[in-house]
């Protein structure tokens, strides 16, 4: 009955006239195992149409908006404006003028310190020549004391003069 | 680059497709845009290409495709006249060297050579159908489709379409039934 069914439906299936539901039918019996040998060679058609409906696409698609692609060129422009804004002190920053301005500095620093050098080495010595003036104070006392041992001399000869 | 989620968002409000809704409207029958390129196309590089081309050009036209009833009807036919243009161009750029009687014997050839392969060989009996009922088969078969639907993929009536799909059925028969006898042998 079942065979009798199917080879029916395949007549109708040349025909075109089964239903979508008529042709699963069909399908489903040639996937099964028990085939009549004389319909064996539809089998591998219901096979392919089988396997062919679970192939698929998987590659994947680049999609992309203007509207996005336009943001992605603002936050390039940002980025790049940033980098620029980083960029410009560092490379243009300090001017021609600027650098003389701080050489003329540097060298006028340099000049005071050597000025202020020699001042200071001036006044080592006026400290030093100092020092020998403070030496003969200390001479000129001690000459103050033995003049004054002197006068204790000449009283005790006075004294003895008189005596 | 944080202000991008929140500007996409704005858009949406504005009824504009972003690329998830695309990709969930697409989803269903992206396969079957394959395929039927595959069964035109015939190489899975080209196919592939070609399906990659309908999706671009469906997103690039997705402010019209809310409008369209039928997406996945649209995008079927869509598919089939660039496929066929394809073939057409392809046609046109490879001058044919060999005569076709000349190629009639070489796939008689690769009958005897391949009818082990019988499933593979259903394709190669396919692709041997004329473009049209390669197309029905491939709509009718293997996608599953009403008659009404195909009919307004093809643009053609339904009685045509079941002629067309009839003889394809036929001729897959005879062939295969002819191989089958072979491979007895």
Known sequence: MVLNNIENLLVKYENAETTLQEEAQLKAYFASDNVAPHLEHYRSLFQYFANTQNESYTKDVPLKTNRRSMYQWISVAAVTILML????????????????????????????????????????KGKDQLKTLALVSESIEDGRASASRLNEFNKATNKIFKN | MFLIPELVEGST????????????????????????????????????????EILLKLWNNKQKISDYKNVEAFSMTMTKNFCLDRLKSKQAQN????????????SSLQTQLEARDSVDWVSRIIEDLPEQQKIIIQLRDVEQYEFAEISKMLDMNETAIRVALSRARK????????????GIK
């Open chain 2, 13 to 52: 409000n504005q009824k504009v497709m972003t690329q998830a809704d695309f990709v969930s409207l697409v989803m269903p029958f992206k396969d079957k845009v394959f395929r039927l390129a595959k069964r035109l196309l015939v190489s899975r590089e080209e196919a592939e290409d070609a399906t990659q």
């Open chain 2, 171 to 182: 001729t897959l028969r005879e062939k295969l039934t002819n191989t089958h006898s072979y």
């Open chain 2, 95 to 106: 001058l044919k060297i060999v005569h076709s009687n000349y190629q009639e014997k070489g």
């Open chain 1, 85 to 124: 804004g980083i960029m410009i002190p560092k490379v243009f920053g300090p001017t021609e003028q600027d650098i003389k301005d701080q050489e003329l500095a540097l060298a006028t620093y340099n000049k005071t310190m050597e000025a202020f050098n020699l001042v200071s080495l001036g006044m080592n």
